[in-house]
């Protein structure tokens, strides 16, 4: 075999080779090889810095995306104006799962919280690999379930809760679930923890300044570091 072609065939396999990729899993139990392989190839990867826009609201859909590495911000700006954060995706998301099969364009923009790395793949090809194989249709089905199961837990959770209980409730999240730490930097603003949790930008600062002082919380700019974690659970399950 010509090198060349040999390297061509090497990098297409090690293009769908990430550890612990959710999508890779997927396709590779239940797609045949064949097409596993065409996806390999036109896979395209995009890197985005923190800030960055990935897609606006409104635009056209026409890829399926998946996080390799970062975090992304999924927010929506309402009739009235208002931007609402919908939820922050993680590694392994597929972020636009909520929206590519019953619209046109997306119904939220996608902005990267840190240096992000997501996987392009074309729609169309993933729509037909959903209709050629059931079992591949039905772990698509299943993660887009989950995803918006977890949303709406989530919503729950904030609302029947109270602004220090909402407040613990992020801190926990980023900790426990983004950055399995105590100590950690905020990726997002006073402003965008608001609009996430359905408080104002002035109650966001103000209850952290109240965990500052009860020796609950440190703050260095944006890097918080939990000191008193017990507590901070405590009024998170009887906020």
Do not use: W
Not at 44 to 72: H, N, R, T, W
Not at 124 to 147: C, Q, V, Y
Request: glycine residues 4%; aromatic residues 8%; neutral net charge.
């Amino acid at each position: 075999m010509p090198e060349s072609i040999a390297h061509s065939i090497s990098k297409m396999k090690s293009d769908c080779q990430c550890e612990n990729c959710v999508l890779r899993n997927l396709i590779f139990a239940h797609v045949p090889e064949t097409d596993a392989d065409v996806l390999c190839e036109v896979k395209k990867e995009k890197k985005f810095k923190k800030g960055e826009i990935i897609i606006e609201q409104g635009a056209p859909i026409s890829d399926f995306f998946y996080i390799k590495s970062g975090l992304v911000k999924l927010s929506k700006v309402s009739d009235q104006k208002r931007n609402y954060i919908i939820t922050i995706a993680k590694p392994h998301d597929y972020i636009n799962l909520l929206t590519i099969f019953h619209e046109k364009e997306y119904a939220y923009t996608m902005t990267a919280l840190e240096y992000t790395e997501i996987c392009i793949f074309p729609l169309n090809l993933i729509i037909d690999l959903t209709l050629k194989h059931g079992n591949f249709a039905l772990g698509i089905i299943k993660k887009a379930s989950k995803t918006s199961d977890a949303i709406i837990d989530k919503f729950i959770k904030h609302n029947s809760r109270n602004l220090r209980g909402r407040i613990a409730m992020t801190l926990l999240d980023f900790s426990l679930s983004i950055y399995k730490s105590h100590i950690f930097e905020l990726p997002i603003s006073r402003k965008e923890i608001a609009e996430l949790i359905g408080m104002t930008t002035e109650n966001v600062i103000r209850i952290l300044s109240e965990f500052r002082k009860e020796d609950i919380i440190k703050i260095n700019g944006k890097e918080i570091e939990i000191i008193d974690f017990d507590r901070l659970k405590m009024i998170f399950d009887h906020g």
